[in-house]
């Protein structure tokens, strides 16, 4: 089995930075995708960035510029490093992974989601 565990979120005044990571544990052959999502109360999840396993990158129109995303397949554990934090930014970051285990099927895994407040 597969988990996922976010980190780096907290409590930042606007313009700040944080990092969050996260790392993934179990029976992974290949990471296919990571991609960090943004849940706020009363809105869908939407997609912040994402990152294939060619290094080629995507993000929301309201984070370029501001949010990095990489991956560090050595380690199964991928970065989401934000800059000029705005309090828009708030919410619960969570981490998906798609994956190939050893069965060579893909499966999406979810993390639990690591709290991000920005004040303004």
């Known amino acids: 089995q597969v988990q996922l565990v976010e980190s780096g979120g907290g409590l930042v005044q606007a313009g700040g930075s944080l990092r969050l990571s996260c790392v993934a544990s179990g029976s992974i052959f290949r990471i296919i995708r990571m991609g960090w999502y943004r849940q706020t109360p009363g809105k869908q999840r939407e997609l912040v960035a994402d990152i294939t396993s060619s290094g080629s990158t995507n993000y929301a129109d309201s984070v370029k510029g501001r949010f990095t995303i990489s991956r560090d397949d050595a380690k199964k554990t991928g970065y989401l490093q934000m800059h000029s934090l705005e309090p828009e930014d708030t919410g619960v970051y969570l981490c998906?992974?798609?994956?190939?285990?050893?069965?060579?099927?893909?499966?999406?895994?979810w993390g639990q989601g690591t709290q991000v407040t920005v004040s303004s």
């Open positions: 998906q992974m798609i994956v190939t285990t050893m069965t060579l099927y893909e499966y999406s895994f």
